[in-house]
């Protein structure tokens, strides 16, 4: 009786300070993301306060970023339709590359099959900024620089390459039912229309929504494309623009205002779709 | 047909050979006129289609192509300079030859060459195979048949297509070019159209590893650290995530989606705001050192990016922020598919828990998500992001070129290409950081059944 209780007993204890360290551990990691939203709420202006609570709270920052002025040009409304309208157009056409190249290399067999996945991960190991000015001539002796088609371009060109999550989950579909319907006499694009498609709807709304997400975070190909004309930014690279080391102090306030704005919606997307990411990138190893 | 196929696999030359012999006039002539063979007999469209895209780049060749070949060898002979205008009575600067568009249009001309000869080898394909179904006396399939077999046998070449032409233009082409651009010297003291450029051959490769200029100077240094970076990064996030996932794991701990989404969310938010904020607190006159010399528990600022030695510690630790939540979203599940009874017999022979944990855990997970960790080192050698946004690199030092002590070559790459507009460097330094996560990616993912039995999955 009382080797059950000291069991239980240690057990208590041992939960105790499981509790303990989850609390502190996710505070650490919560605070920063905490301190962003309420320094959005700020009233003082500044890059930092020697305080942690703010003495005044307003909604200025949020006006501000929808406001803009000669004194301040950042037109966040602007930067957010120039993202909405790249993601929306290069979402479309790279979810239609990603999932016809996965289907091809899944399920017909023709003999450039294994080299262009050989090709494809060979090219994936070059840093991909190596090529970022070449890719920049290119848009402009095509003459679209500084426009929104270069960007849409640019974010689903590679996405006949980003191909292996949904090749793994296409595996995963038994071949029996696509060769059931050959039999049946289906070419295989109605195979692919009818009977893919329809099955794979997770794996769908998974490409779907990374590549709607990517031109949110980047800021590098954008800031070499776009230069100085930041009527074109997107949201991610006038933000980061906003907060350069000159002028940090007078706009760190609308930067975090920005930042909540932005990243509510993207954090939204992605702890809805965690469990595909999760077997997106074990998938080559783990199956079923 | 497949006997010719399997031929033209193992000698191409053969088959052209055989071709040549056994086709009669039509197809001997579809050799040097394209589409000839199908036009005659009875292909009428796919004939027309193979000609005029032969014209066409025969057009293309004589009057531009070639002397865009011609360009790509001198890659411009005469720079920019001035020239006495006698109509004027003054000296005019006159433009030169701009080396950089002469490499890019000879690449660009190099591809349409390449892309033509694809064209040409499957017009000779074409050929014989109309010929000896006219033989056989089978009927040949017109236009409409070829456009309908694009949705049925020939699917991946219609699914293919738009991926691979943006591929080629916008990932290979530039690819090839700044690779070319390694072997040149195009640098911040060559800059178009001021300025030519020409081919060096292999002078920036040793420059950067074996000349002792500041430049080699810095790049072992720096290829040093990113490796040990690449080192703590992957294994610190990877162990402690593992521990993390295990604790939330534990069968007593209640809420358990709950803890998991607050510590995943530092990664929901997206880098640039997570990062620049961390940046920000942590900065000599961030928020973390005025509250700290408000409570009086210090009186000059940390150094966190500031001081070299500390700087690398900081971007490490901070990548603890968003790259144990990768780890425990990653392990929690494998985790929990551990037999429970290695566990408990290895409690009935008295193991305690760090030895069950060397024992059982680690190999079982690191066994399942090999290829994962290969991608996360590799990523690693790459995390871009991480740096750039959070030290930009810093502090920067005299003793490397155009670098800071937390950059990795990736980062230098960029600055060198950003900042300094040394392209010549700057590609060097990007194949050889392609060489290095090539070697290592394909000694050990070649090893993995994953990549040996990719069909046998299915």
Known sequence: ?288 | MDKLKKESKTNIFKFYSKTFIEGDIFTKLSFIIMGLSNLLRGQIVKGLIYLSLEIGFIYFMVTTGVSKLIGLRTLGTQGQHMEFDESRGIDITVPGDNSMLFLLFGVSTLFIVAAFLVLWNSNVKSAIKAQQMKQAAKKLPGFIDDIQSLFDKNLHMSFLSLPVIGILLLTVLPLIFMITIAFTNYDHNHQPPGNLFTWVGLKNFDTILLSGETISKTFWPILGWTIIWAIFATILNYILGMLLAMLINRKDIKFKGLWRTLFVLSIAVPQFVSLLIMRNILADQGALNMLLKEFGLIEKSIPFFTNPTLARISVIVINLWIGIPHTLLITTGILMNIPEDLYESAKIDGAPPFIMFFKITLPYVIFVTTPYLITQFIGNINNFNVIYLLSAGGPNTNEYYQAGKTDLLVTWLYKLTVDKKDYNYASTIGILVFVISATFALSVYRKTSAYNNEEEFQ
């Open chain 1, 1 to 288: 009786m009382s080797k059950i209780k000291s069991i239980s007993g240690k057990r208590k204890t041992v939960n105790f300070f499981s509790y303990i360290l989850l609390i502190v551990l996710s505070a650490i990691w919560i605070m920063p993301l905490f301190y962003v939203v309420l320094t959005s709420f700020r009233a003082e202006p500044g890059a930092a306060t020697p305080y942690f609570w703010p003495k005044g709270f307003t909604l200025k920052n949020y006006y501000n970023l929808f406001h803009p002025t000669s004194s301040m040009p950042y037109d966040f409304f602007l930067w957010f339709k120039n993202t909405f309208i790249v993601a929306v157009f290069s979402c479309i056409l790279a979810t239609f590359y990603n999932l016809a190249t996965a289907y091809v290399m899944s399920r017909l067999r023709f003999k450039m099959r294994k080299p262009y996945m050989n090709i494809a991960l060979i090219l994936g190991m070059f840093p991909g900024f190596m090529s970022m000015i070449a890719v920049y001539y290119i848009l402009k002796s095509l003459g679209i620089t500084q426009s929104l088609v270069a960007l849409v371009l640019v974010y689903s060109s590679g996405a006949g390459l980003n191909f292996y999550i949904a090749k793994g989950f296409f595996d995963t579909i038994p071949k029996a039912l696509d060769e059931a319907a050959w039999i049946d006499g289906a070419t295989k694009f109605q195979v692919f229309r009818k009977l893919t498609v329809p099955l794979s709807k997770p794996i769908i709304v998974y490409s779907t929504l990374t590549a709607f997400l990517a031109p949110w975070m980047d800021f590098i190909f954008v800031s070499v494309i776009m230069g100085d004309n930041h009527k074109k930014y997107t949201v991610a690279l006038g933000l980061f623009k906003m907060i350069d080391a000159k002028q940090v102090n007078q706009y760190f306030t609308m930067f975090t205002a920005g930042s909540v704005l932005v990243s509510i919606p993207i954090a939204l997307l992605f702890i809805s779709m965690q469990r595909f990411y999760v077997s997106g990138v074990t998938g080559g190893s783990v199956k079923g």
